[in-house]
């Protein structure tokens, strides 16, 4: 499955995904534990950008690799690692949490990822 997500900085500078489709709070949707991050690295001094996001391979994509599922009292979703960034090793620890398994209907193993302009 692949999806292009737009995530955004509000007034705070705090990261958000745009999912329009998500039925829970707004809170739900925002960046933290290392996304934020990363879609700085991403973004550079940019407030918004956009992902194309898949669960299998596509060319040229950064990949994020599942590395613990959280139990949902931990908030869930899963820590994943991301090794390389543009070509620069990071070993960059991330946490995505359930609305990533909303968005692909499961917890991939790996994430495809890579900026559309």
Same mark, same amino acid.
């Given at each position: =499955? ?9 007034? #705070?500078? /705090? *990261?958000?995904a745009d999912?329009?489709? *998500?039925?829970?709070?707004v809170? +739900?949707?925002? =960046? ?8 700085? *690295?991403?973004?550079?001094? /940019?407030?918004?950008?956009?992902l194309? =996001?898949a669960?299998e391979?596509?060319? %040229? ?11 949902? %009292?931990?908030?869930?979703?899963? +820590? ?10 990071? %070993?960059?620890?991330?946490w995505?949490c ?6 692909? #209907? ?12």
């Open positions: =499955m692949e999806r292009t997500i737009r995530f955004y900085k509000n007034a #705070k500078h /705090e *990261w958000y999912i329009p489709e *998500w039925g829970g709070a809170e +739900d949707l925002q =960046m933290v534990e290392g996304a934020d991050e990363l879609l700085n *690295w991403v973004a550079a001094s /940019e407030n918004e950008c956009k194309l =996001m669960d391979q596509i060319q %040229n994509a950064e990949i994020l690799d599942l590395i613990y599922t959280r139990e949902e %009292n931990l908030g869930g979703g899963g +820590d994943y690692l991301l090794e390389k960034f543009r070509g620069e090793f990071k %070993n960059h620890k991330i995505l359930g609305v990533t398994e909303f968005v692909f #209907k499961q917890l991939p193993e790996k994430i495809y990822f890579k900026e559309v302009v």
